[in-house]
């Protein structure tokens, strides 16, 4: 695949994420706020090769600490294909050294806009959050 498609690729990722209300903290780290849950979505690039990973981290914080203040020791660590095994064989296809039918890309960013992402912000609910990590560990 050409750099130009990787380029366009995450250009439409970070612009999902902002309509999404997810705060650009940095070049990789989106935030979610709410008064009691901050979520990390994090893209990760392997160091062997040009496959990406989705990584959602979350903790339980003060409403009064910026994103920025927080020391990311996460309550809460997951791969999105984890968090969303159904549709890991499209989550684990991002990798740009492959010559992948380009629909797959565009399929991840659709979920991403139309269900991954409203599925993540669930989790800044102080009750869902507090099962979930019940759940994780049994």
């Given at each position: 695949m050409n750099a130009d498609f990787e380029k366009k690729f995450f250009k439409e990722l970070r612009a999902i994420l902002k309509k999404n209300d997810f705060l650009k903290l940095n070049t990789s780290n989106y935030f979610y706020n709410n008064s009691h849950i901050q979520c990390m979505f994090n893209i990760q690039k392997s160091k062997y090769s040009k496959q990406?990973?989705?990584?959602?981290?979350?903790?339980?914080?003060?409403p009064n600490?910026?994103?920025?203040?927080?020391?990311?020791?996460?309550?809460?660590?997951?791969?999105?294909?984890?968090?969303?095994?159904?549709?890991?064989?499209?989550?684990?296809?991002?990798?740009?050294?492959?010559?992948?039918?380009?629909?797959?890309?565009?399929?991840?960013?659709?979920?991403?806009?139309?269900y991954f992402l409203i599925e993540i912000k669930k989790l800044t609910n102080i009750e869902t959050f507090e099962n979930y990590i019940n759940m994780q560990q049994v």
């Open positions: 990406y990973y989705f990584n959602l981290y979350a903790k339980k914080t003060s600490i910026s994103p920025k203040e927080i020391s990311w020791g996460a309550d809460l660590i997951l791969r999105l294909e984890n968090l969303f095994p159904k549709y890991s064989f499209l989550i684990k296809g991002i990798n740009f050294d492959e010559n992948k039918d380009k629909q797959n890309y565009f399929d991840f960013l659709d979920l991403l806009d139309t």
